[in-house]
């Protein structure tokens, strides 16, 4: 069984995020045949050489597809050959496993020829190793692979949808359920969300960006097992974590994100003096906020 994840947010069709930030925000291979749209991975399936070989292809075909396309077109083309393009994506890291397995073990500047090689290669295609974190690579494809193919051919909110995950996509959010970047990057990842879901209400990835917004403000409210935002034993807020929360409220005072935010707070001041156990602390608080997000997640139109 491969141990490797593919980011597959970009690719619609695929995407399911949980909204437990203890989750990693993948699409995660575990079985050996598994269908989604219709279409069916076998694994393992063939060579290196062949699945690059697909994808080089695909990608003429959807080019060529691309050319004579007008908005909503190229929308139906960016859902049908994204799913396309992460199934040999997927097949690749299959049929490289054995270099990803030692990949952890090679250090900057000291790859084998033959790495350095593959390296060479799969660049040609826009793939690369990824660190996945817990010591894990995968080959994903460059993290603005999808937006700079379809930026001038698909619908602005799609547009705007995919440029934004192409920029989180650059760096590793989490790590072994240890959140990698700092708040101020949570923070401004989860206004972002708010921005777009209130700017297209009635996109066809308006529901999915609230998946993402909500995994996104869970991590910013409670954070991860391993990454709290209160000390476990004390229960107390962070300083650093409390000034982002007030500061997050001060300057965007109109948003979804301040109310939830306050409303933690508030709920938050309730719970620590009843609550001592750290253990029943931490599910009060999470189960709180996942059940303020799935409340709202869906029909709170932005425009109160």
Not at 47 to 61: G, Q, R
Request: glycine share 2%; net charge negative; charged share 25%.
């Amino acid at each position: 069984m491969i141990k490797h994840h593919i980011k597959c947010i970009a690719c619609l069709a695929l995407s399911a995020l949980a909204w437990n930030c203890s989750d990693k925000k993948e699409f995660k291979v575990d079985e050996k045949n598994s269908t989604s749209n219709g279409i069916t991975y076998n694994y393992p399936h063939e060579t290196k050489e062949v699945h690059l070989k697909n994808i080089a292809s695909f990608k003429l075909e959807l080019e060529k597809e691309l050319a004579s396309a007008n908005p909503d077109q190229a929308n139906a083309l960016y859902e049908k050959y994204s799913e396309l393009l992460i199934k040999e994506l997927t097949s690749l890291n299959y049929a490289d496993q054995e270099t990803l397995d030692q990949y952890v073990n090679y250090l900057d500047g000291q790859l084998p020829d033959s790495i350095t090689k593959k390296q060479a290669l799969f660049k040609e295609s826009k793939i690369e190793y990824w660190y996945e974190g817990e010591g894990m690579y995968s080959l994903q494809f460059f993290h603005n692979y999808f937006y700079e193919i379809f930026k001038d051919k698909v619908t602005p909110d799609l547009k705007e949808f995919l440029y934004i995950k192409s920029e989180e996509d650059k760096i590793l959010f989490l790590n072994d359920s240890n959140i990698t970047v700092p708040w101020k990057v949570i923070r401004s990842r989860v206004l972002t969300w708010d921005n777009f879901i209130k700017k297209y209400p009635l996109s066809r990835y308006n529901a999915m960006a609230k998946e993402i917004y909500a995994f996104y403000m869970s991590c910013y409210l409670i954070g991860t097992d391993n990454t709290l935002t209160f000390e476990y034993d004390t229960r107390k807020l962070y300083p650093e974590v409390k000034a982002d929360f007030e500061e997050l409220i001060a300057e965007n005072p109109e948003t979804w994100s301040a109310a939830l935010t306050e409303n933690f707070k508030n709920y938050y001041l309730q719970v620590y003096p009843k609550v001592t156990d750290p253990e029943a602390f931490f599910t009060t608080m999470k189960t709180y906020v996942h059940s303020q997000l799935a409340t709202n997640i869906n029909d709170h139109d932005h425009d109160e």
